[in-house]
């Protein structure tokens, strides 16, 4: 089964710009999809890719801002945020699946352990 590993969060001030990371190793599966996850808030579809890369989508509240990729190696998917927002804040999860709508949690089945984004001044 695969397993994810996310880093790249942290403090950011509003407008900056952050670039998380999350490393696939092992098994097999047909899309990465990232999600946040604020205090008190159910966890929210941000993007998501194919593992071939060539398709990607967007939470609404996030197009145009952020940019999700994977390396050549299909090894890890980055997301690029961009002019970031105090809403933007939440810990921001990947996960794999293999069918299904990529804007939903039960098309996943594995979970990276989550990565905190804080934008503030």
């Known amino acids: 089964q695969v397993q994810l590993v996310e880093s790249g969060g942290g403090l950011v001030q509003p407008g900056g710009s952050l670039r998380l990371s999350c490393a696939a190793r092992g098994g097999t599966y047909g899309f990465i999809g990232w999600f946040r996850q604020a205090p008190g808030k159910a966890r929210e579809y941000v993007a998501g890719?194919?593992?071939?890369?060539?398709?990607?989508g967007y939470a609404p509240s996030v197009k145009g801002r952020f940019t999700i990729s994977r390396d050549d190696s299909r090894v890890t998917t980055f997301l690029q945020m961009d002019r970031l927002k105090p809403e933007d804040s939440a810990v921001y999860f990947c996960a794999a699946g293999d069918s299904g709508r990529w804007e939903v949690t039960a098309s996943y089945s594995t979970w990276g352990q989550g990565t905190q984004v804080t934008v503030s001044s």
């Open positions: 890719i194919s593992y071939t890369g060539l398709s990607t």
